[in-house]
């Protein structure tokens, strides 16, 4: 059973509009959530966290939201630039799994941001 | 800075043989985990190596296993290859120690075990 999940496998948003990238989880101990951003033929790329004693957090064009009741967040770009196309994966740990490295990922959505 | 690299970038084998895959760490960072992409997936957590010992682990065989190297170089190897591990691993570094927060990736190794 999936404990991340995404799931819309693709978006596609017009340049200088905002973009809004969702994602769900199951596990209530989850504590600390992450964005990566990937690009064909590279790794993924750290994009921006958030702790789970926060409910926003903001990096410039990217901002995260945590409604934790929900069990839900989410990714806002504003505004979206063509060079943000690419596979957007969410990922989660508790604080056992954080203290072995394990990161729970979604499956991944793939932006579109057409000029 | 040098980022993490991983080789090979692309290999192919056969049911039943071995594999060695490799990874160079950043620069600074003694942590290292390795995850399996498959197609359509997102990474899965295999193994975390902190100070030359597994620290971590996901939930793959045993046939999965991996080095720490003192200078923070990692290998995973892979026995008796089946058809379902074809994928691409990729390895990941961090400062923090020991914990996932921010990993910074290699591309990958792509596998093809036909």
């Given at each position: 059973d999936q404990q991340v999940k995404q799931n819309s496998p693709s978006l596609s948003v017009q340049e200088g509009r905002i973009s809004i990238l969702n994602c769900d989880y199951t596990n209530s101990m989850f504590d600390y959530f992450l964005w990566y951003k990937k690009y064909p033929a590279e790794g993924p790329t750290f994009l921006i966290s958030i702790s789970s004693i926060k409910d926003k957090n903001e990096d410039g064009r990217f901002t995260?939201?945590?409604?934790k009741s929900a069990k839900h967040l989410s990714l806002h770009i504003v505004p979206s630039q063509p060079g943000d196309s690419a596979v957007y994966?969410?990922?989660?740990?508790?604080?056992?799994g954080g203290s072995q490295g394990n990161l729970i990922f979604g499956k991944g959505t793939k932006l579109s941001v057409k000029p | 800075?040098?980022?993490?690299?991983?080789?090979?970038?692309?290999?192919?084998?056969?049911?039943?043989?071995?594999?060695?895959?490799?990874?160079?760490?950043?620069s600074g960072h003694n942590t290292v985990s390795w995850y399996q992409q498959a197609l359509g997936q997102g990474p899965q957590f295999i193994f975390q190596y902190y100070r030359e010992e597994e620290n971590g682990r996901g939930n793959f065989p045993p046939r999965f296993s991996g080095l720490q190297f003192p200078n923070y170089s990692s290998e995973l190897n892979v026995n008796a290859l089946e058809l379902d591990d074809s994928a691409l691993y990729l390895c990941a570094s961090s400062s923090r120690l020991p914990g996932a927060g921010e990993l910074f990736f290699g591309e990958g190794s792509r596998l093809t075990v036909l």
């Amino acid at each position: 059973d999936q404990q991340v999940k995404q799931n819309s496998p693709s978006l596609s948003v017009q340049e200088g509009r905002i973009s809004i990238l969702n994602c769900d989880y199951t596990n209530s101990m989850f504590d600390y959530f992450l964005w990566y951003k990937k690009y064909p033929a590279e790794g993924p790329t750290f994009l921006i966290s958030i702790s789970s004693i926060k409910d926003k957090n903001e990096d410039g064009r990217f901002t995260v939201f945590l409604n934790k009741s929900a069990k839900h967040l989410s990714l806002h770009i504003v505004p979206s630039q063509p060079g943000d196309s690419a596979v957007y994966f969410c990922a989660a740990s508790d604080l056992y799994g954080g203290s072995q490295g394990n990161l729970i990922f979604g499956k991944g959505t793939k932006l579109s941001v057409k000029p | 800075e040098t980022g993490v690299t991983q080789s090979p970038t692309h290999l192919i084998k056969t049911r039943g043989q071995q594999v060695t895959l490799r990874c160079s760490s950043q620069s600074g960072h003694n942590t290292v985990s390795w995850y399996q992409q498959a197609l359509g997936q997102g990474p899965q957590f295999i193994f975390q190596y902190y100070r030359e010992e597994e620290n971590g682990r996901g939930n793959f065989p045993p046939r999965f296993s991996g080095l720490q190297f003192p200078n923070y170089s990692s290998e995973l190897n892979v026995n008796a290859l089946e058809l379902d591990d074809s994928a691409l691993y990729l390895c990941a570094s961090s400062s923090r120690l020991p914990g996932a927060g921010e990993l910074f990736f290699g591309e990958g190794s792509r596998l093809t075990v036909l």
